[in-house]
Every structure is written in C-alpha cells, then in structure tokens.
C-alpha cells in the first residue's frame, strides 16, 4: 500500500534522521545508560553530562539561560505546569488570567478547569486575521490579574501573534506574567526568551522533528518567577517537576533545536514557495478562502475552507492521496468545526469544510501538485454533486 503524502506537520513531524542518529547512539551506548539523578557512579555522571549539554544547547537555541530550562514530556505538560503553577503560587495576588478563545487545547481546558474552580478568566476574540492586539491584553487587564497566556504562532492557522507588544503591556501591570505556548514557534519564527519578555514559554520537540514525549518550560530566573510543582516524587528539574529523565530523549530535542536554528532562513524561504504554490493552485478553483491574514504568517501552514462543498467528504476524499487534516489534532476526533475558525467568524459550514496544510522539511514540489490535483478533484466532483442534490430538491 502506498501512503498518502504527509502534509500534517503542524500536528506531528517525522523524526529528522539526523536526531534519530544521536538518540540512537546513546541508547546503544552502555557508558551512557545510567540514571541521571544517580551521583554515586560513573555511569549516573555520564549520563548527568549529556543532560548538562542538552539543557545548554536547547537554552542557547531560544535566547534561554540553562537555569530557565524546566524538562517536561511535551508542550502540554508545560503549559499546565505553566498555568497551574503560577496561578497556585500567586493564588494569594489575585484570581483572575487572561487567554484567547484560538488557543491550543492544551491552554484551553486548564483554563476552563479553572473557571470551574472560582478563577474569572477572560477569553480574548481575535480579530477576522486572527491578530490579538496588544491593547486588547491592556483593556483586559485587571487590579487581580496574575497570568496572561497566549500563543506565539497559532497551530491551525500560523499566524503569528506579537508576544513582544503584549509583553510590554503586561510588564506595565505588577503582577501579571506573560506565559507564551511557543510549541509551533521553533524553526517557524526567530526566538529570543530573553529579549521577549515572557516571564514562561513551553516549548516542544516533536514540532521541531525531535522526538515525542519531550519538551520544556522556560522559566524566567532573572524576572524571578515563581510556580508550585505539580508533580512529586524524586524532586528533579529543582524540585518543579520529579521524574527519571531520559538522555537520549533531550539529547535528541537538542540536536532538534539546534538543527531548526541554522536552518530556520533557509527553509523559510524554501517553505515558503512551496505555500504560495499550493495556495495559487488552490485558489486557482474559486470560492476558496484563506483562514487567517496573508501577511504575518509562518509558511509551513496553510488552512482554507471550501465553499459548496461538504467537509467530511472531502476530508475522506483526498485521505488515501494526502495526509491532512481539518484543525488540530487534538480535536480531531471530534465532529465540531474548529473553534479557531468560528473564533475568527466563520460559520460552521465554512469552518467544516476547511483543511489545514502543515508543510515542513520533508516536503517537496511533487507533493504540492499531488495535493493541488487531489484537492481539486475531490472539490470540483462534491460541487457537482452538491448542484445535482440542490436542482433535485
């Protein structure tokens, strides 16, 4: 069976060889086997070195210090370590945090499990290109606001936000930190923790063709931020989040890092023909429409919606020709539209019929004009079908 071309990187990117190489080596080496937290032997050090390196490498690749570099399972982990921990922490400050209605689930339902707790949580709605302004984080802002928590590049539109300018905004208020999901950012857009001004960032590996199952939080020393662990045991990671870490796995998102950093500028531009090629073949079929604004968009993604047609038919159409999807991945198994889109002000219908394209470093010319054609056909044959059913009717 021949598989379909991958055009879902902003849910999962395939391991980069080259990671794979180095996580490979270090499991097959028996010098480099043991327990970091184990400082009684030889081993335990040398596995303790490559956790060294690979805190120092990720923190060198986004303008981190090695102190900020808390090691989680992923971003989302981060994330509800991020706004968990803050919010307990500073619990006594104030109950009130501000996000935005297109964030990644993974910030969504904490902050909605808050609300369930007693916490007031304010929702930001972008505007049509997806944009949250700075000056509405401002008027958003409150006497009690301890959290604001946006991302940095939306994971099913691509825009992305100026965490900068929002960053200032709540460096005018005391009290209210800057969280940034910054999962979709790395080898997307430059990024500078330091000079940004976020107080926590989670990043991830996977979305940089490290592997799964890691990631990290930054946490600002020199802005002194402050979390309640939410996890316990053996007191790793400063006591913030207990666990066996796994060399091979942060010397693999290391190398990741490191990789999607000097090849950021060219894959950029790269990448980014290979969009303006898929949207021109695209919208070479009419009533197509861009989710999102044109300008201010990292190139790997793509998301459109199709009038007159019926999503989860041309969802199943192009599936055994083109791996894509419809929104996120973690909604996936879902039959609602994505709330990103309705969040921007697309109907239900729009939003349904719309299909999200990740492109990445394994992507190719062959394969856009794969998806051109695959699309088209499914498009053009459902809207005949569609006008048949209404003439019927």
């Not at 894509?324 to 309705?342: D, F, I, K």
Request: glycine share 10%.
């Amino acid at each position: 069976m021949t598989m379909p071309v991958y055009l879902d990187s902003a849910a999962t990117t395939p391991t980069d060889p080259r990671v794979a190489a180095v996580m490979t080596r270090i499991l097959r080496s028996a010098d480099e086997y043991g327990n970091p937290a184990s400082s009684t032997h030889e081993y335990g050090d040398r596995a303790s070195e490559l956790v060294d390196a690979a805190r120092e490498r990720v923190a060198a690749s986004v303008g981190a210090t090695t102190a900020d570099v808390v090691w989680t399972s992923g971003a989302t982990e981060a994330n509800n370590l991020a706004i968990f921990g803050v919010t307990a922490y500073y619990a006594n400050q104030g109950r009130h945090i501000i996000t935005a209605r297109t964030e990644h689930k993974a910030v969504i339902d904490p902050c909605w499990e808050l609300e369930r707790r007693g916490w007031r949580v304010t929702w930001l709605i972008p505007g049509p290109d997806g944009i949250v302004a700075a000056d509405q984080v401002e008027a958003a802002l409150e006497d009690d606001t301890i959290l604001v928590s946006l991302m940095q590049v939306n994971n099913e539109i691509g825009v992305i936000q100026d965490t900068r300018a929002i960053a200032a905004v709540c460096a005018q208020h005391d009290g209210a930190r800057l969280h940034v999901d910054a999962a979709q950012s790395i080898g997307k857009v430059p990024v500078d923790f330091g000079a940004s001004g976020a107080d926590l960032m989670s990043l991830s590996a996977h979305k940089a063709y490290g592997p799964k199952g890691v990631g990290a939080l930054l946490v600002s020393q020199r802005r002194g931020v402050r979390l309640e662990a939410r996890q316990f045991g053996g007191g790793q990671e400063r006591g913030l989040r207990s666990g066996t870490l796994a060399p091979h796995q942060l010397a693999g998102m290391a190398t990741a890092f490191t990789l999607a950093s000097q090849e950021l500028p060219k894959e950029a531009q790269r990448i980014g023909a290979l969009r303006r090629r898929l949207w021109d073949g695209l919208a070479a079929l009419g009533g197509v429409l861009r989710n999102g604004t044109e300008q201010g968009t990292v190139p790997q993604l793509l998301n459109v919606s199709f009038e007159d047609v019926e999503g989860e038919a041309l969802l199943a159409s192009v599936s055994e020709l083109i791996a894509v999807s419809s929104g996120s991945a973690c909604t996936s198994s879902s039959n609602e539209p994505s709330y990103v889109l309705r969040a921007l002000g697309r109907s239900d219908r729009l939003a349904e019929s719309s299909l999200r394209f990740g492109l990445g470093r394994f992507t190719h010319e062959a394969d856009i004009d794969q998806a051109i054609t695959a699309v088209g056909n499914a498009v053009k044959r459902l809207r005949k079908i569609s006008g048949q059913c209404a003439t019927a009717a």
